[in-house]
């Protein structure tokens, strides 16, 4: 039951991050600033990622896709406006804060954030490794979290097992975040290959087919991947068709409206928590349309004039198949054979695509796939069996299976959704629920001198 690895008189950090895009970027962040805040000592944290590098949706840094949310719902303005890791210092660090404000737009570009997220990464990185208590391990993966009883049969710590090339080694730590990402969604029976992408890679692939010239694509979704997936298609292969399939009669638009927007307040987290059940159910469907296969209605229009030109002219490449599913598609080797039905007279078609790109959305990954040493079976349930979270975003847990009771912090970042609200899995409160996170690991920790890791390794 007892973790691998650590060495008596060894001081455990106070924190594991597992996975390092921008909800536990923003969690570092806020660890290197209370830390400062301190003075006392510095909060120690390492952070995991399977990434060579920082990385956020590579795949679908599309030329000229916009961010859907204000650039001041950063890493970190809505916490600490002050703190150098504003998108504002990373203007003004990079000599475009005036250009920015000329711009006239509170939303940048996709490309132009991740940019600030990798600046910030960077950031940590230099701070951390000058005395800050903070670092990151890339190329390296997260396996397993393991119980480490005490004496009295008490989990006051945490190991977690980490594979780092051909080692593994262990890192002991009071409290683990885990920020395990989304995992790309397919339907049933829907299998990633060569020539059938889900959207999450869409650059990458495209890259693969230059110096070709298709003939048709397939995109699959209503959202607004879906129609960005359509839009770049379209003009990148400026002689191949594209096909837009979706159960809808047309696209929806998103409600970016001020009120509707109050749903991605923090203050709103607050509201979704205490809310019953009913209650709670009744705010995400209202709100759907605020974030799920809605689509900005800029781009909306723009697909329907290019559309409408080209009907005009007699050289439709754009294509919809609206109040359709796809009833079966098959990889021939050199192409795909997508059957679309429709959903009002149940008529079939086939289409023969170069490539189908599914943009279904994505799942949270279930972070007790990575609890071991009975973690797993300890962790508190709803009446519907979902994940029970307290409002600080720590795992609700019980005994484990053969006793002992778990002090130790075990933190969620992504499904809590049916606990915390649609913002979730979004940038829109990163910075404030990084600052509460903080506060509960660092309300726990123990005062004292600074503190080191305690890391063992072993062959793999």
């Given at each position: 039951?007892?973790?691998?690895?650590?060495?008596?008189?060894?001081?455990?950090?106070?924190?594991?991050?597992?996975?390092?895009?921008?909800?536990?970027?923003?969690?570092?962040?806020?660890?290197?600033?209370?830390?400062?805040?301190?003075?006392?000592?510095?909060?120690?944290?390492?952070?995991?990622?399977?990434?060579?590098?920082?990385?956020?949706?590579?795949?679908?840094?599309?030329?000229?896709?916009?961010?859907?949310?204000?650039?001041?719902?950063?890493?970190?303005?809505?916490?600490?406006?002050?703190?150098?890791?504003?998108?504002?210092?990373?203007?003004?660090?990079?000599?475009?804060?005036?250009?920015?404000?000329?711009?006239?737009?509170?939303?940048?570009?996709?490309?132009?954030?991740?940019?600030?997220?990798?600046?910030?990464?960077?950031?940590?990185?230099?701070?951390?490794?000058?005395?800050?208590?903070?670092?990151?391990?890339?190329?390296?993966?997260?396996?397993?979290?393991?119980?480490?009883?005490?004496?009295?049969?008490?989990?006051?710590?945490?190991?977690?097992?980490?594979?780092?090339?051909?080692?593994?080694?262990?890192?002991?730590?009071?409290?683990?975040?885990?920020?395990?990402?989304?995992?790309?969604?397919?339907?049933?029976g829907v299998e990633a290959g060569p020539r059938i992408w889900h959207n999450r890679d869409l650059l990458f692939r495209t890259r693969e087919l230059e110096g070709t010239a298709p003939v048709r694509f397939a995109v699959v979704g209503a959202g607004q991947s879906a129609a960005e997936t359509v839009e770049h298609l379209h003009r990148t292969f400026p002689t191949a068709e594209v096909h837009a399939v979706f159960a809808r009669y047309g696209y929806s638009p998103a409600d970016d409206t001020s009120f509707a927007n109050r749903i991605f307040?923090?203050?709103?987290?607050?509201?979704?928590?205490?809310?019953?059940?009913?209650?709670?159910?009744?705010?995400?469907?209202?709100?759907?349309?605020?974030?799920?296969?809605?689509?900005?209605?800029?781009?909306?229009?723009?697909?329907?004039?290019?559309?409408?030109?080209?009907?005009?002219?007699?050289?439709?490449?754009?294509?919809?198949?609206?109040?359709?599913?796809?009833?079966?598609?098959?990889?021939?080797?050199?192409?795909?054979?997508?059957?679309?039905?429709?959903?009002?007279?149940?008529?079939?078609?086939?289409?023969?695509?170069?490539?189908?790109?599914?943009?279904?959305?994505?799942?949270?990954?279930?972070?007790?796939?990575?609890?071991?040493?009975?973690?797993?079976?300890?962790?508190?349930?709803?009446?519907?069996?979902?994940?029970?979270?307290?409002?600080?975003?720590?795992?609700?847990?019980?005994?484990?299976?053969?006793?002992?009771?778990?002090?130790?912090?075990?933190?969620?970042?992504?499904?809590?959704?049916?606990?915390?609200?649609?913002?979730?899995?979004?940038?829109?409160?990163?910075?404030?629920?990084?600052?509460?996170?903080?506060?509960?690991?660092?309300?726990?920790?123990?005062?004292?001198?600074?503190?080191?890791?305690?890391?063992?390794?072993?062959?793999?």
């Amino acid at each position: 039951m007892t973790g691998n690895g650590g060495h008596p008189g060894d001081v455990p950090l106070d924190l594991v991050g597992a996975g390092f895009g921008p909800s536990n970027l923003g969690i570092a962040i806020a660890l290197l600033e209370r830390g400062a805040e301190k003075g006392d000592r510095r909060p120690t944290a390492r952070f995991v990622e399977r990434q060579q590098r920082f990385g956020w949706h590579r795949g679908m840094l599309l030329e000229g896709a916009t961010l859907q949310v204000s650039h001041l719902k950063d890493l970190v303005t809505l916490r600490k406006p002050s703190s150098p890791y504003t998108f504002l210092s990373y203007l003004h660090e990079r000599g475009r804060l005036a250009d920015f404000i000329n711009y006239g737009s509170n939303f940048p570009t996709r490309l132009e954030f991740h940019d600030y997220l990798t600046w910030a990464a960077g950031a940590v990185a230099r701070e951390g490794a000058d005395g800050g208590g903070v670092s990151v391990d890339y190329g390296d993966e997260v396996v397993e979290v393991l119980p480490v009883r005490s004496d009295d049969g008490t989990v006051d710590l945490l190991d977690v097992v980490v594979r780092a090339g051909e080692r593994t080694q262990t890192l002991r730590t009071r409290n683990v975040v885990l920020a395990c990402g989304l995992r790309p969604f397919l339907p049933a029976g829907v299998e990633a290959g060569p020539r059938i992408w889900h959207n999450r890679d869409l650059l990458f692939r495209t890259r693969e087919l230059e110096g070709t010239a298709p003939v048709r694509f397939a995109v699959v979704g209503a959202g607004q991947s879906a129609a960005e997936t359509v839009e770049h298609l379209h003009r990148t292969f400026p002689t191949a068709e594209v096909h837009a399939v979706f159960a809808r009669y047309g696209y929806s638009p998103a409600d970016d409206t001020s009120f509707a927007n109050r749903i991605f307040d923090p203050a709103a987290v607050d509201d979704f928590y205490a809310a019953p059940v009913e209650v709670k159910d009744r705010i995400l469907g209202y709100h759907a349309n605020t974030n799920y296969s809605v689509v900005d209605p800029e781009l909306i229009e723009g697909l329907y004039r290019t559309h409408y030109h080209e009907r005009v002219a007699g050289s439709e490449r754009l294509r919809f198949r609206n109040v359709s599913r796809v009833a079966d598609v098959v990889d021939a080797g050199d192409r795909v054979e997508l059957a679309v039905k429709s959903l009002i007279d149940g008529a079939r078609e086939v289409i023969t695509a170069d490539a189908v790109v599914y943009a279904t959305g994505y799942r949270s990954a279930d972070p007790r796939t990575l609890l071991g040493g009975g973690l797993a079976d300890a962790v508190l349930r709803d009446p519907t069996g979902q994940l029970r979270v307290g409002r600080d975003y720590r795992l609700e847990m019980g005994e484990l299976p053969c006793g002992g009771r778990i002090t130790a912090g075990l933190h969620v970042q992504g499904p809590t959704e049916h606990t915390h609200g649609i913002t979730s899995t979004l940038l829109s409160t990163i910075a404030v629920r990084s600052g509460e996170i903080v506060d509960s690991i660092l309300s726990r920790s123990p005062g004292g001198a600074p503190v080191r890791a305690t890391v063992s390794a072993a062959p793999r």
